[in-house]
C-alpha cells in the first residue's frame, strides 16, 4: 500500500493534525515569554502521539525524497544543466551524479 501526501493543488482537503499535549504546553510557554527546560512531564500516550506523527513525517520525507530524485532524473534526461540542478535542489554536483546514475547501473 502505498501512502501519498496531498500535493499542492490536490482537490483533496488537507488533514489537520491535532497536536498533542506536551507541544501545546510548550508552545504556550514560549509564547508567554518564558525559555522552558525541556523537562516538562510527558504522559505516555503524548509520548506516544509524538512517535506516531515522527514515522509519518519520515514517511512523507521519503516519499518526497523518492519523488525529488525522479524529477532530478527527469531534468538531467531534458538537458538541464548539471550547475542548475544543484542551484534548485541544493544538493552538491556529487549528489547528483550518483542519482542520476542509480538508474543506469
Known sequence: MEIRPPLVGDSEPLELVQPCPATVRLVRAV?????????????KRSLAQM???FRDAEQRAEILRQEL????????????????ICEAT????????????????
Open 69 to 84: 530524485a525522479v524529477a532530478i532524473r527527469q531534468a538531467d534526461a531534458d538537458g538541464v544543466a548539471q550547475k542548475d
Open 51 to 53: 512517535a506516531k506523527r
Open 90 to 105: 541544493g544538493y552538491t554536483r556529487q549528489q547528483v551524479r550518483r542519482i542520476v546514475l542509480a538508474v543506469e547501473s
Open 31 to 43: 509564547a508567554a515569554g518564558l525559555r522552558p527546560i525541556l523537562l516538562a512531564t510527558v504522559d
